[in-house]
Each structure stands twice: as structure tokens, then as C-alpha cells.
């Protein structure tokens, strides 16, 4: 007995299978970069906003050390000072806008090699222009009064300085053996929704920064016991 064989058609996906699986694969790749993109979004503005904290507390530190060794004047064995009194050992600049200048002056003792220079140290900001727009960027500057005057290099701290206020508040008889200090510093980018900020007014100093951008801000804040100034 022949017995006969026969061959089953192939089967496969209709033209309408193949378009459905292609659109809800395009529906979930396209839901996978959205979620990607929004947690990108999300890490960057967190990694951004805490390296902004994490700079404008440093910046302060760096400002108040300096604020607080104002005045100190160096004396030699014998007793008398070195370089003689200090006449203005806190000065400021710009008091009624932003932003505000400080310069403190003070003898600088190095152990190392036992030398001492009385030393002038400016704090400020000005605009600067880069790749990414124009933008504030806090400058310091050291000059050696003594004993051989000279004018230091102006050296770059940080950038995105929205405002930088100083404001004396110790009694009447010494003011400036109680200082203020008030930095604002925004984002490198755009990471929010249109917002207004507003300074806030418990913050020493006097301006009146508004902005209505899409820009993160933090404030930060502190008061200098001048040392050297309250004895």
C-alpha cells in the first residue's frame, strides 16, 4: 500500500499581526526613553543641587575664615608690633547693591619659614561671559602690604553668583566686629518649571534680587565674630 504524504501549508504572521506587534513594541521603547529621560532629568537636577549646596557652604567657610582673622596684628619678641596698628581692618564697597565688595586686612604669620606679611584680601563679583551665557563669578584677590607692597593674582572661586551681600551689625562703638554674610547661587541649567525668586528679607544685607526663571536657588547665610575687633 502507497500511502500518500502531504505538506502542510507554512504558516505565518498576517500583515495585520506583524503592524500590532510593531506598534506595541514602538509603545513600550517609547515608554522606556520617557522613563529614562525623566529620571535622567531627576539625577542631574539632584546631583546639581547638591553640589550647589555643597559649594555655597564652602565658599562661606572660605569667607568667613578670612572675615574673622581681620585686624590681628603680628607682635615680634620684644612686644611691639611689627607692622604697626591697622588703621581700617574691614572695608566695604557697593553696601546698596548687589553685589557687595568686602576687603579685610590682617598680618599673615608662616610658620614654615617663620616669616610675617601684613596681607589685603578682596572678596567680590563681576559678570562673566562662557559657553554657558553670562553668569556672576566670585574673584578673590591677596595683596602683601608689608613688607614690601605687591599686588596678588585675581583668582577665580565660583561661579553662579546670583548676589553677595556684607552687612556690619555689632554695636555701635565697634560695627564691623559682627558681620553678615549672605550668598545666593543659582543652577548651571534650567531644571524647574517658570518660578519667581524673591530674596528672602530676613537675609542680611540690602538688595532686592528678583528673578522669574526656570533656574534652581539656594541661599545661605552666617554672622563673623570678627576676634580680633571684639577684644
Not at 95 to 116: A, G
Not at 128 to 142: A, H
Not at 161 to 166: A, K
Amino acid at each position: 500500500m502507497v500511502k500518500e504524504c502531504f505538506m502542510l501549508p507554512e504558516s505565518g504572521f498576517t500583515l495585520v499581526e506583524v503592524l500590532v506587534s510593531v506598534a506595541v513594541s514602538a509603545i513600550a521603547l517609547t515608554s522606556l526613553v520617557i522613563a529614562f529621560d525623566i529620571v535622567e532629568k531627576q539625577y542631574t537636577e539632584i546631583r546639581d543641587v547638591s553640589q550647589m549646596s555643597q559649594s555655597g557652604r564652602n565658599i562661606l567657610k572660605i569667607i568667613e575664615r578670612d572675615i574673622r582673622m581681620a585686624g590681628y596684628v603680628h607682635h615680634i619678641d620684644s612686644g611691639s608690633k611689627q607692622f604697626g596698628e591697622i588703621a581700617t581692618p574691614v572695608q566695604f564697597t557697593n553696601l546698596t547693591k548687589c553685589c557687595d565688595e568686602i576687603k579685610v586686612i590682617y598680618d599673615y604669620r608662616n610658620d614654615f619659614d617663620n616669616s610675617t606679611k601684613r596681607i589685603e584680601i578682596r572678596y567680590w563679583v563681576e559678570n562673566y561671559t562662557g559657553s554657558g551665557g553670562i553668569r556672576g563669578r566670585l574673584f578673590k584677590q591677596t595683596n602683601i602690604i608689608a613688607p614690601s607692597a605687591s599686588s596678588g593674582d585675581k583668582e577665580p572661586m565660583a561661579d553662579y553668583i546670583e548676589d553677595l551681600q556684607f552687612e556690619p551689625s555689632g554695636p555701635d562703638a565697634k560695627p564691623n566686629s559682627l558681620i553678615g554674610v549672605y550668598l545666593a547661587l543659582r543652577s548651571k541649567k534650567e531644571l524647574r518649571r517658570q518660578k519667581l525668586f524673591k530674596r528672602g528679607g530676613h537675609f542680611p544685607g540690602d538688595s532686592t534680587t528678583e528673578k522669574n526663571d526656570q533656574y534652581w536657588r539656594e541661599e545661605f547665610s552666617t554672622s563673623v565674630a570678627v576676634r580680633n575687633l571684639t577684644l
